[in-house]
């Protein structure tokens, strides 16, 4: 303890020292026109991604801590600015602490809803019951998720350096998901046109309170455009609903439900087609109007937020977040029908179908032996294409430019957790 | 300070001194009180005693090699040249690939332990919870999922045919349960199917409600084994067994999703299946316990417990013989110390279970 006190008061003295300097007139101020520059690759990904699958799997999981540990140094390791590389500096043992904490509290939770679920809330319950139960489940769930983003943003900044500087984050958790609470309750109330407001006044807090050395962040938007732009997914949604809607009450739909499964495609083909195949190209639309959002929101955050003297600059589009997710997916499908269709050749004598036929209760297994597969590819192929594109692109279209001055951003006074993100792992609150 | 007998050479470096973001171009070299940090003119920058020398990030071929003082956590020095490493190796011991220090091995030892407690907990902390828990909840509660549960069952185990429902046996059924449930006291209204499989089983599912399959009924020799093997069942009912592995089963997805890391489709798979692995079976203190409950019951209805230990014993030989092993046996372990417990306490049998009418009507329930 008494190290510790020492170290942070020759911290202090150092850091005053170097204060002095700038005063007495030794600053090098520079001026800025950058991108940072990505280097990661996604060969050199492949073995750290499969190592991290093969460990977390023999040890049940508990490798996960040390796992998004190693990626999280890779990716930060190979962004670079003015020729310095970023740092993790958080460790696996970090993480674990926390998900030991959170195992205590959280493990306690669900048991306790699933208790609640299943005696008073089970299928054939009274409807108030259900309801009742499922509001205030979700409400807590939501409560904790946003104590549990604001907290790991915590974590992960205090964990994050550049030239030996650390980033962190003030503010409160608990401020921050009361406020996350009011502003859901409000999207709920509008049907969702309130969202943008919501995510304006969020992100905004976590921007404001985020800082990197002695100097903070500081967003200064507001969310008119952004309002604007949740137009077109929300409206797309609205016609899609609103067509939908109209065919069904046209052509009373709960009738299908009725009608014998031979006969489905005939009553199918009977429907107003163009209204229909309208619908169905506005479903389609949906994801790419629901990306294109995001992309002028991610601009909008960074565009509007300033550090300093120094202003950020993005031209990221909606095929920057896209297409990653795109090859994403192709590729995972491609995997899935080629392990699909070779496991269903090579047990095809397990798919009997006469009864009493060879061994059929296995057909489950294979079922599922083939989904986990599946499941370890898509955890495999994430990091190497989604995750590694996406942050080669924010940072190709990024520009920081102004006047910077090095020697007057002194190190980070906040302290740092000194454990990790246990709720946000135990609320799979993101991937890495 | 530098002086010309050191033989170490020169790394051209960066240094940030982790107070603030300016970068100063240096050179490092290897002195015996630790590795000297110099300005490009010469001037003596600094000295890193070698005991607090480290490496930031391991090393990595296409990048430079980052050093850091223990002293100032934020202080780096990025060498682009890797020879460095092999110049430092000798002095400093953290760059060697040295003894594993002692905070290391308590990490260790603290991950290992928390590892341990927690697959302790699962497997003896929450049966032990869930009888306190099962107590607590009033058993009209659990009629529902009672239900939901035999329908379940129904569905995987009968395909979703109609439970058995001829009306003699029924009501043979419900003479033989009533006959039983006279001697106990209990706040569930016990309710038996008859499940149409050919699977030689029974089973005690929550609210109150016991299914037996029709292969059971088939392979029984007599009224008085069907009678043995649902007191059994009636004591695992009575006794709230089935409340209780309901509890531990939902402790242990709930452990095991926060465990496995949130709650993504596969984790969910993975608990559910764990759970009903670990809870598909009572322990054999619980059998034991439902053997003697079933014991009680037969006395008192003045069947005894003959019916019971010959179906017991009957299985067994089944086992012996090489015969697929039966289902009910297989979720019943130690048979011959049963069969011994079981005989130990009876008492004589006054008067069969059913009359040769209603054992007959019951062996036709499914017709």
Redesign the interface.
């Known amino acids: 303890m008494n190290e510790l006190l020492d ?1 942070k008061m020759r ?1 202090r003295a ?2 005053a ?2 204060q002095a300097q700038v005063i007495n007139g030794r600053s ?1 101020t520079m001026m800025v026109k950058e991108s940072p520059a990505y ?1 990661g690759r996604a060969f050199q990904l492949l073995p750290i991604v499969f190592a991290n699958l093969m460990l977390t799997l023999l040890t ?3 490798y ?1 801590f040390w796992a998004k540990t190693r990626i999280r ?1 890779y990716f930060l ?1 190979r962004i670079a600015f003015l020729g ?2 970023l ?1 993790y ?1 958080g460790t696996g ?1 970090e993480l ?1 602490k926390g998900f ?1 904490i ?2 205590v509290i ?6 306790v809803t ?2 609640v679920q ?3 809330a ?4 009274s409807a108030v019951n259900v309801a009742v139960y499922q509001a205030v489940y979700l409400l807590a769930i939501y409560f904790l998720y946003s104590v549990a983003v604001y907290r790991a943003q915590r974590y992960r900044l205090s964990r994050t ?6 980033a962190g984050q003030e503010g409160s958790a608990l401020l921050y998901a009361l406020r996350a609470l009011g502003l859901g309750l409000l999207t709920l109330a509008t049907a969702g046109l309130a969202y943008p407001v919501m995510r304006r006044y969020l992100v905004g807090y976590r921007i404001d309170n985020a800082s990197f ?1 002695t100097e903070r962040f500081q967003y200064g938007g507001g969310f008119g455009k952004l309002f604007a732009a949740w137009l077109a997914p929300w409206l797309t949604f609205a016609a899609m609903l609103g067509l939908f809607g109209y065919i069904a009450w046209e052509r009373d739909l709960a009738q299908l439900a009725e009608t014998p499964p031979d006969l489905v495609p005939g009553v199918l083909a009977s429907l107003p087609s163009q209204k229909l195949y309208a619908a169905l190209a506005l479903l389609l639309l949906l994801p790419i109007a629901m990306i294109w959002y995001r992309a002028f929101e991610a601009r909008q955050w960074i565009n509007n937020t300033q550090f300093g003297e120094l202003a950020f600059v993005s031209r990221l589009r909606t095929h920057h977040i896209l297409f990653p997710y795109l090859a994403y997916w192709i590729v995972l499908l491609l995997v899935s029908v080629a392990i699909f269709a070779g496991l269903g050749f090579a047990f095809r004598s397990y798919f009997d179908p006469r009864p009493g036929g060879a061994l059929r209760e296995f057909a489950p297994l294979i079922a ?1 032996a083939s ?2 597969a599946i ?1 370890m590819i898509a955890g495999v192929l994430q990091p190497m294409i989604v995750q590694n594109r996406l942050i080669r692109s924010i940072c190709r279209t990024l520009t920081l430019q102004g006047t910077f001055s ?6 980070s006074q906040l302290n740092m957790p000194q454990r990790g993100e246990g709720l946000a ?4 609150v993101d991937a890495f | 300070m530098s002086t010309p007998s050191e033989p170490s050479p020169d790394f051209p470096a ?1 240094l ?8 100063r171009n240096a050179v490092v070299r290897a002195a015996p009180r630790g590795l000297v940090i110099a300005a490009l003119d010469g001037a003596e920058i600094g000295c890193w005693a070698w005991d607090d020398v480290h490496l ?3 090393p ?1 071929p ?2 430079s090699i ?1 050093l850091s003082s223990r ?6 020095l ?1 060498i682009a040249d890797h020879a460095v490493l092999t110049t430092l190796r000798p002095h400093a011991h953290y760059l060697r690939r040295g003894p594993v220090s002692a905070r290391q091995v308590w ?1 260790a030892a603290g ?1 290992a332990a ?2 341990a407690a ?1 697959i302790a907990f699962f497997i003896f902390g929450l049966p032990w919870i869930a009888r306190p ?1 099962a107590a607590l ?1 009033p058993a009209s ?2 009629e ?2 009672g ?2 549960t035999v329908e379940i069952i129904n569905q995987v185990f009968a395909r979703g045919r109609k439970l058995c429902d001829g009306a003699d046996g029924s009501a043979a059924l419900q003479t033989l349960t009533r006959k039983l449930a006279a001697s106990v006291d209990t706040s569930y209204d016990i309710r038996v199917s008859v499940a149409d499989s050919g699977m030689v089983n029974a089973l005690a599912a929550p609210g109150g409600r016991v299914v037996i399959f029709r292969g059971l009924i088939e392979r029984a020799r007599s009224a008085d084994e069907v009678a043995g093997v649902l007191a059994h069942e009636m004591a695992h009912v009575v006794r709230r067994h089935p409340t209780q592995g ?2 531990a089963s ?2 242990w ?3 095991l ?8 489709l ?2 969910e ?1 993975t608990a559910r299946l764990a759970a009903h692995l670990a809870t598909s079976a009572y322990g054999r203190e619980l059998e034991a316990e439902a053997d003697e409950g079933a014991l009680a019951m037969l006395n008192a209805a003045g069947i005894g417990s003959a019916g019971l230990a010959s179906f017991f014993r009957s299985m067994e030989r089944q086992e012996k013989a090489g015969i697929q092993l039966p289902e009910y046996l297989s979720t019943h372990p130690q048979t011959n110390k049963r069969i011994e417990a079981v005989t130990k306490g009876a008492a004589t049998a006054r008067k069969p279970a059913l009359s040769d009418v209603e054992w007959k009507s019951l062996k036709a329930i499914c017709r």
């Open positions: 170290r911290y150092a850091v020292r170097a090098a280097s049940v999981g508990l996960r140094k390791s310095d590389p740092e500096t043992a674990f030991m959170v195992l959280m493990a306690p939770f669900l048991f699933g208790l299943q005696f008073v089970a299928p054939g319950a350096i550049w030239r030996g500087i650390r050395g599922i989904v986990f499941w090095p020697d007057r951003l002194f190190q792992d135990a609320l799979d | 960066r940030n001194d982790g107070h603030s973001a300016a970068v930031a990030e391991r990595a296409d990048r980052r002293r100032d956590p934020g202080s780096r990025a990490t991950i928390a590892f927690t828990v909840i509660w659990e529902p999922v239900d939901s309901m509890i939902l402790g997805s709930a452990l999703s926060v465990f496995t890391g949130g709650a993504s596969s984790n798979a």
